[in-house]
Structure formats: C-alpha cells, structure tokens
C-alpha cells in the first residue's frame, strides 16, 4: 500500500517475528536511503501486531490483505497488486519470501485443488463486521479471535490483553 504494509507470519519461535522486524527495519532501511540518497527511518512508530486465531480467522485475514489494494481502488483484482501474495496462492506463481501455512496446505491435496480453492475464497465480499474487527485487532495490536481464544492468551502470558487490558488500566 501507499502509506502502510501488512505482513501475515507465522513466526518460527518467540523472538521470530522481532528478529524479521529488526532485520528489515535494518537492511530494507538501509537500502532505501543508499538507493534514493536519503536518511532516517521511512517509518513513523513502531510496527503493531497481533495474534489472530488462525483455526477461524487466518483465511480471513489473507483475504483481508489481498483486497485491500483493490477496497483502495488501486487495481480491480487483487491478481494485479504487485505486491501481493494472491499471484502464489491462487496462480501458483513462485515466490521464495513466501512459505504456505499449514491452513493453506489444507486447502486441497494438490498444488492446483488448493490454488482453485483459494481462488473460491474471493468469490464473496469480506463481511463489513469481519473487515472491521481485524483492522481494529491491527490498529489496536489486540488478539483476532473469539473470547476463548482470548481466555488462552491471557492464561500463556498471566495478564488480561484487548479491550479487558484496555478496561483494567483505566479502572486503576
């Protein structure tokens, strides 16, 4: 997009997902300023991330990222986007930045019933209610899943997370 990236990742282990932030706030930084003749940080803030519930939510999400060129009017299909996964995951054109998920494999048993498969995921429009939850999951860097899924999180990290952390600091 013009003015902001979205990254869908699985991250390997805890640090995973710091580590590939560093690193491109590192190298892609560096590049940008070496090849335009600039300096500074292209990015103002810090990146925001959240843990999406990917049995309900992961496909969602990729569907939510590969329209969002085409809801900015950007192309009209999200095939065009030069910057989109879509071309690997439904065309099945190569890209070596992009490892298919677990979910995505199981989309169909052969390279082809997974790409048509993948394909039929855009045959509708992302509910209003669904587009809205995981931008306010991304701006907010809250967990995308249900209150069970929500529960699981605040057990593993031992502290409320989302709108109750939210709720419990202003209460203070």
């Known amino acids: 997009m013009t ?3 979205h ?10 997902l710091s580590r590939v932030m560093q690193s491109l706030g ?4 560096q590049y940008i300023n070496k090849t335009y003749r600039r300096t500074g940080t292209l990015w103002k803030g ?8 990917a049995d309900r939510y992961l496909l969602a999400c990729y569907r939510y990222i590969e329209l969002n060129p085409v809801r900015a009017c950007m192309v009209s299909h999200p095939a065009e986007y030069p ?3 879509f071309r690997a995951n439904a065309l099945g054109e190569g890209n070596k930045l992009l490892t298919q998920h677990a979910l995505y494999l199981s989309l169909g048993t052969s390279a082809s019933v997974r ?16 587009i809205n939850d995981i931008r306010k999951s991304a701006s907010f860097s809250m967990p995308l899943g249900n209150s069970r899924f929500q ?3 605040e057990g593993a990290l031992s502290r409320k997370v ?5 709720r419990a600091a202003t209460e203070e």
């Open 26 to 29: 590192r190298c892609y930084v």
């Open 83 to 85: 910057w989109s996964s």
């Open 115 to 130: 790409q048509e498969g993948y394909q039929s995921l855009f045959n509708n429009e992302l509910d209003n209610v669904l």
């Open 151 to 153: 529960q699981q999180i």
């Open 162 to 166: 989302g709108y109750a952390r939210m």
């Open 7 to 16: 990254l869908l990742m699985t991250p390997s282990d805890e640090w995973g």
């Open 3 to 5: 003015n902001h990236s």
């Open 46 to 53: 810090h990146h925001k991330s959240s843990l999406v519930d």
